[in-house]
C-alpha cells in the first residue's frame, strides 16, 4: 500500500511547505512567548546568583534592595561582620540610571562594590568575559556587554568619568537593564551629588540661613555644607556564610539583634519572582492561550481546504473501495506533517530570533518537548472537522 | 520495468528537508542549556610584579596662613587682592582703631604720673634715709632717744617699701602703654612669609570678631597633595616612595613626585588612609588650590613568582580560587594569593605552578560539569 | 445462473412517499451473462444513471432483487453487509470523466485498486503496467494525470476499472472522449477481457460508433427497460 498522505504532500509540496513555514513562524512566536516569561524569571535568578550572597541585609521593613528602595548606614557592615556564621559582609548600591558614552546614553543599573579581598568579596562580578576586575579604588568600571561598552571606553556616570576595564555577560538587573559596576564610594557619590547647578543651590540656601552661618562661628558654616556633601548611605549589605551555618539561623540571629530586615535567598527570590514579575507573566499566560487557540484555528482552516479541494477525489475513492479509516488517516497524517514542518520552522526561527530581542529570551528543551506535543495535539483536533467532512461524502457524487 | 526510486521532485524535496532536518537537530544541541560554555584559557607564568597604589587627593598649601585682627573690630582697608605676591612683613591691611589711640595717650598720661609718682617716692625715700643717719650719729653721741631713732629707722623702711612701689608701678604703666601699642600695631594685618593671597574672606568696612581670618596667603611653592588610599589597600604605603601624579585638569600628562608621609591618623569614618604626596618639580602653571588629582605609588617589584589575571579568580562555595583545566576536564583548585598590581595581575602563593592551565574568561557561570569549549576568545565581545 | 454474471428482477427505485411518490426505475429486468457485452441505452433522465447507480451497489433500490454469481446482493429491502468491499472486488468502474487521483502518477492510479485489495505494491504495478500497455499508454506510466492528454486520462481510467479483473465492469460513456480508431481499442478490449475472464460487462453510451458492435442492447426509458437484440458487429 502506498502513502496516500505522503504522495499527496509530494505532489502539493509547494503548498505544504509554504503553509509550514507560515504556520513555523507563528508557533516561533509563540515559543519566543514562553522563553520571554522563562527569561524574565530567569533574569530574577541571575540577579541573585550574580551578587554571590547568601543573605540580603535592608533597611528595616522594606523589600529591598530590588524591589523597593533600601537605605542603610555604610557602618552597618561592621557589626555583621561580627556575627557568628558570617564569613564576608560587604556594602553594596544600586541605582539606574542613565550612563553616558560620547553622544549616547545607555539606561543601565550602576553597582557600587565594597573595596575587599579579591574573589571573596560579595556583590563584584563573578565571572567575566574580557578585561579585569577593579584594581583603583575609583574612577574605573566593569560593564556588561548588553551596554554596548567596549574595554577603553571612558563613560561618564553623573560628573565623573570612568575607564572600562572588565566585561561581563548576563548581570543584568531584574528588569533586564544591563549592570555598570564601580567602586562604592564612587556610587555613593553618584547617588547622592547633583549636578553642579544644584550643589551652588544647596550652599546658597545653607548661606542664607543665619543658624549655620554665625560670625561668631567662623568655619561653621563650612562644616555644614561638607556634612551636606557627604553620603553616608547605602543600599544594602551582601552576607555571605560560613560553611556549616544554615541561612535562616543567621538572618534569623541579626534581624533580633541588629533590628534590620534580612532576606535569605529563598525569600529574596520569592520577592523577584512573586511580586516583580508576577503581573508580566499572568499576561505573558495569557498570550500563550491566544496564540495557541489561534494556532489551531489556523491548522483547521488549512487542513479543511485541502480537503475541500480534492472531495472529488476522495467520492471516487469511496467509491472505488478504499476504507473510511484509510481516508482518514490520509487526512490526519497530512494535518501532523504540516505541524512538524511548522513545528521545525518555528524551533530554528525562535532559536536564531532570540539573541535579537532586547531583553533576554530563554529557550528551555521542555518547554519545546511540550510545544511540539501541544503542536501534535492541535493538529489531530483541527483535521478533525475535515475528517468528519470527508467520511460524510457520498460515493454516488462520483457517478454523473 | 524497473522504477526509478527517486524523482526529480523527491530530490528537491529531500535538498529542503534535509538541510532542515540538519538546523533543527544542531540548534537543539549547540543553543540552549544543553550547549557547552565558550571559555578562554591561560597558562599561569612566573613573573615580578610591581605592586602600585591608587588614590585620589585634593591639591593643597602645605602652610595656609589666616591673616585677622586678634580682637573684635571694623576692617578700615584692605590693601590686597587675591592673586596678589606678598612679601614677608608686608602691611596687607588695617583694622580700625576706634578708640584705641586714645587709650594709648591714656596709658602715656597714666605712665607719666607713674613716673612722677615714682620721682616723689624717690624723694621721700631720700629724705628719710638722710634723716635716719642722722639720728643714728645723734644716737650714737646720746642726744636723742631711741625711741626717735626706731621711728626714723621705720620711716626709712616705709619710703623704700613705697619707692619699690612706686617704680613697679612705673614698670606696671609702661607694659600696660607697651601691651596697647603693641596691639594698635596688631591692627595691621601683616604678611608673616612670602607667598600669594588665596582668599580675601571680608572687605573693608566689615566688623570682623577675634579670630576670624580676613585673608589667607598660601606659598604656592609649598604645594602638596593631601590623597586618601582605601585602607583595604593602603598595604606597603610608607614615606619616600615615588608617586605618579595626574591633575584633572591635565588629564593624561602624570607629574614625577613622592610621597611625604603617611599620615598617623587615619580617617575611621571613610575608612581611609591619609598622605601627602609632594611635587618633584614645581609644576608650571601652578594647579589651583582644591584642584583633584589621581595620585599612583609605585611599590617595590617583587621578585618573579607565579602571577594570574585576576579576571581568571572565582568563588567556589566558600573557596577563593581558579578553575582549573587538567587532563581537560575542569576542576576548581582554591588558591591564596599575594600581592596584586594595578593592571588586574595577581600573585599566586599557593594551588597553582607555572604551566598550569586556568580558565579566564567563560560566558556562564562554570559547575564542576559543565562541559567547556576553548576558543581565543568569547564570541559577541567585539574587540 | 453460472457462478459470474449479473441479474436483476424487478428492481424498482422510489424516490418520495406516497401520491409524491416518483419512480426512477419500475421493475426493471436485466441478465448479463459472464463473457457477455451488452450495451445501455436512454436518454438523460431516464433513470439510467440510477440504475448504474443501483448495478454499482452505490444506491440501494427499494425494490427487486439483484444477485452477482450466486451472491444475492439486494433482496427487496434486504442488502449484503459490505457493499464497499463489493464494490472493490466484484464491481470494476469506468466513468465518465477519468477522475484520476493527481497525486498518483498513471501507474500508481491503476495500481491503487489492487493495493487496497492487499496485493503487494510490485505485483499490483506489474498488472498495472499490462494493462496500460494493453490500452496503448505504457510510455506514459510515470506521467501525473495533468501531463496526460484528455483520451489518455480516460484510458488509464478503464484500465483502473479492469485491474482488479471484476466479475462485473459498468461503463459509463467509456468512448465518448476517444476518437473512432481509439474506441473501436477499447470496445476490442473490452470484449477480450469479458471473453478470457468471463466478465459479465454494461456500457452506458449512445456513441453511434460503437453501437453496432453489440450482440444485446437494454433500451431504458423513463425507468422501463426492455430488451433488443443488437447487429454485433465486429471491431475494426
Known amino acids: 500500500m502506498i502513502s496516500l498522505a505522503g504522495r499527496d504532500i509530494l505532489h502539493a509540496w509547494g503548498k505544504f511547505v509554504f503553509t509550514g513555514v507560515g504556520l513555523g513562524l507563528l508557533i516561533g512566536v509563540t515559543l519566543i512567548m514562553a522563553g520571554v516569561y522563562r527569561g524574565m524569571v530567569d533574569d530574577g535568578k541571575a540577579l541573585l546568583d550574580n551578587s554571590g550572597a547568601d543573605l540580603w541585609v535592608v533597611q528595616k521593613d522594606t523589600l529591598g534592595p530590588y524591589a523597593e528602595s533600601s537605605s542603610l548606614n555604610d557602618d552597618v557592615y561592621r557589626t555583621i561582620l561580627a556575627m557568628p556564621g558570617v564569613a564576608q559582609a560587604a556594602n553594596v548600591t544600586y541605582l539606574t540610571m542613565q550612563v553616558r558614552k560620547s553622544q549616547s546614553d545607555v539606561r543601565t543599573m550602576v553597582v557600587g562594590i565594597a573595596p575587599g579581598k579579591l574573589g571573596a568579596t560579595p556583590g563584584w562580578p563573578p565571572y567575566l568575559v574580557a578585561g579585569r576586575q577593579l584594581t583603583r579604588g575609583h574612577y574605573e568600571a566593569v560593564a556588561d556587554i548588553a551596554t554596548g561598552f567596549k574595554l577603553g571606553d571612558r563613560i561618564a556616570i553623573r560628573r565623573n568619568h570612568y575607564t572600562v576595564v572588565g566585561l561581563t555577560r548576563r548581570m543584568v538587573s531584574s528588569s533586564g537593564d544591563p549592570m555598570v559596576f564601580i567602586p562604592l564610594k564612587d556610587a555613593q557619590e553618584a547617588q547622592f551629588l547633583k549636578d553642579n547647578d544644584a550643589i551652588w543651590q544647596s550652599r546658597r540656601r545653607t548661606e542664607a540661613k543665619p543658624a549655620f552661618n ?18 553616608a548611605f547605602v543600599n544594602a549589605v ?6 556549616g551555618h544554615a541561612p535562616n539561623e543567621v538572618a534569623e540571629s541579626i534581624r533580633r539583634w541588629k533590628r534590620l530586615t534580612v532576606y535569605t535567598r529563598a525569600q529574596m527570590e520569592g520577592i523577584l519572582i512573586g511580586k516583580l514579575i508576577a503581573t508580566s507573566a499572568k499576561q505573558i499566560a495569557m498570550f500563550l492561550v491566544i496564540l495557541a487557540i489561534v494556532s489551531a484555528a489556523i491548522v483547521a482552516f488549512i487542513i479543511y481546504s485541502l480537503t475541500m479541494d480534492k472531495i472529488r477525489e476522495i467520492a471516487v475513492l469511496k467509491l472505488i473501495g478504499t476504507r473510511n479509516r484509510t481516508i482518514a488517516a490520509m487526512i490526519m497524517q497530512q494535518a501532523l506533517a504540516l505541524g512538524v514542518i511548522g513545528f521545525v520552522v518555528g524551533k530554528i526561527t525562535a532559536t536564531f530570533s532570540a539573541p535579537i530581542f532586547p531583553k533576554y529570551v530563554l529557550l528551555t528543551p521542555m518547554d519545546s518537548v511540550a510545544g511540539f506535543f501541544a503542536v501534535l495535539l492541535i493538529c ?20 454523473g | 520495468m524497473k522504477r526509478l526510486p527517486l524523482q526529480g521532485r523527491t530530490l528537491a524535496l529531500l535538498a529542503v528537508i534535509v538541510p532542515l532536518l540538519a538546523l533543527f537537530i544542531y540548534v537543539g544541541l549547540r543553543s540552549g542549556p544543553l550547549a557547552p560554555v565558550t571559555v578562554t584559557v591561560v597558562a599561569v607564568e612566573s613573573r615580578a610584579v610591581t605592586p602600585a597604589l591608587f588614590g585620589i587627593g585634593t591639591v593643597e598649601a602645605r602652610y595656609t596662613y589666616k591673616i585677622g585682627p586678634t580682637f573684635a573690630g571694623r576692617i578700615k582697608q584692605l590693601d590686597v587682592h587675591v592673586g596678589d605676591q606678598v612679601k614677608a612683613g608686608q602691611v596687607l591691611g588695617e583694622m580700625e582703631p576706634v578708640d584705641l589711640d586714645d587709650r594709648v595717650r591714656s596709658q602715656d598720661s597714666a605712665f607719666k604720673r607713674a613716673e612722677a609718682a615714682l620721682r616723689e617716692a624717690q624723694a621721700r625715700q631720700v629724705y628719710a634715709q638722710t634723716q635716719a643717719r642722722r639720728y643714728m650719729q645723734l644716737f650714737a653721741v646720746r642726744s636723742t632717744s631711741e625711741e626717735i631713732v626706731s621711728t626714723k629707722r621705720q620711716e626709712l623702711q616705709i619710703t623704700n617699701a613705697a619707692l619699690s612701689a612706686a617704680r613697679e608701678d612705673v614698670a606696671r ?38 579670630g576670624q581670618a580676613v585673608v589667607e596667603i598660601i606659598d604656592p611653592k609649598s604645594l602638596w597633595i593631601n590623597v586618601r588610599f582605601d585602607q583595604i589597600s593602603a598595604a606597603g604605603l610608607a614615606g619616600g616612595l615615588p608617586a605618579r601624579i595626574v591633575l584633572r585638569s591635565r588629564g593624561g600628562q602624570a607629574l614625577k613626585g613622592s610621597v611625604l608621609r603617611v599620615e598617623p591618623k587615619a580617617d575611621a569614618v571613610t575608612e581611609e588612609t591619609l598622605a601627602k604626596v609632594t611635587f618633584e618639580n614645581k609644576p608650571e602653571p601652578v594647579p589651583p588650590v582644591g584642584e583633584l588629582a589621581e595620585v599612583t605609588v609605585d611599590l617595590p617589584a617583587l621578585p618573579a613568582a607565579p602571577l594570574i589575571p585576576n579576571a581568571a579568580v572565582r568563588r567556589e562555595g566558600d573557596k577563593v580560587g581558579v578553575w582549573q583545566i587538567v587532563e581537560g576536564d575542569l576542576h576548581f583548585s582554591p588558591v591564596k594569593l599575594g600581592a596584586s598590581d594595578l593592571n588586574g595581575y595577581v600573585q599566586v602563593r599557593e594551588g597553582l605552578k607555572n604551566g598550569d592551565q586556568i580558565v579566564t574568561y567563560s560566558e556562564k557561570a562554570l559547575t564542576a560539569r559543565s562541559r567547556i569549549h576553548v576558543v581565543d576568545h568569547i564570541p559577541g565581545v567585539s574587540r | 445462473m453460472s457462478r459470474k454474471g449479473i441479474r436483476i428482477e424487478s428492481l424498482s427505485k422510489r424516490y418520495g412517499e406516497g401520491d409524491a411518490a416518483v419512480f426512477a426505475l419500475k421493475d426493471v429486468n436485466m441478465l448479463v451473462e459472464p463473457g457477455e457485452v451488452v450495451g445501455l441505452i436512454g436518454p438523460s433522465g431516464s433513470g439510467k444513471s440510477t440504475l448504474l447507480k443501483c448495478l454499482g451497489a452505490v444506491t440501494d433500490p427499494t425494490a427487486g432483487r439483484m444477485t452477482l454469481g450466486d451472491d444475492i446482493i439486494y433482496d427487496n429491502g434486504w442488502k449484503v453487509r459490505d457493499l464497499r468491499a463489493l464494490r472493490r472486488d466484484k464491481i470494476g468502474f469506468v466513468f465518465q470523466a477519468p477522475y484520476l487521483i493527481p497525486f498518483l502518477d498513471a501507474t500508481d492510479n491503476v495500481a491503487l485498486l489492487p493495493m487496497l485489495a492487499g496485493v503487494p505494491n510490485d505485483e499490483a504495478r506489474a498488472r498495472a503496467l499490462e494493462l496500460l500497455t494493453a490500452l496503448d499508454v505504457q510510455h506514459r506510466a510515470q506521467a501525473m494525470p495533468a501531463q496526460l492528454s484528455g483520451g489518455e486520462q480516460q484510458r488509464v481510467s478503464i484500465a483502473r476499472g479492469l485491474v482488479n479483473h471484476p466479475p462485473v465492469i459498468l461503463a459509463d460513456e467509456p468512448t465518448a472522449p476517444l476518437d473512432s480508431v481509439r474506441a473501436m481499442a477499447v470496445v476490442r478490449i473490452l470484449n477480450d477481457m469479458a471473453r478470457k475472464l468471463e466478465t459479465a460487462i454494461i456500457v452506458v453510451t449512445h456513441d453511434e460508433k460503437i453501437i453496432p458492435t453489440f450482440k444485446r442492447i437494454y433500451h431504458i426509458r423513463d425507468g422501463v427497460t426492455h430488451e433488443e437484440v443488437g447487429e454485433g458487429r465486429g471491431f475494426e
Open chain 1, 214 to 231: 554665625r560670625p561668631g562661628v567662623p568655619g561653621l558654616l563650612d562644616a555644614v555644607i561638607a556634612s551636606q556633601s557627604t553620603n
Open chain 1, 380 to 399: 489531530v483536533l483541527a483535521s478533525l472537522v475535515a475528517i468528519r467532512m470527508a467520511l460524510k461524502v457520498d460515493p454516488a457524487e462520483a457517478i
Open chain 2, 173 to 210: 604703666t609702661r607694659s600696660d602703654r607697651e601691651g596697647l601699642v603693641a596691639q594698635r600695631s596688631n591692627l595691621r594685618l601683616i604678611a608673616p612669609v612670602e607667598g600669594v593671597i588665596a582668599e580675601r574672606d571680608a572687605d573693608p568696612g566689615t566688623t570682623v570678631v577675634a
Open chain 1, 238 to 243: 551582601l552576607v555571605t556564610l560560613k560553611p
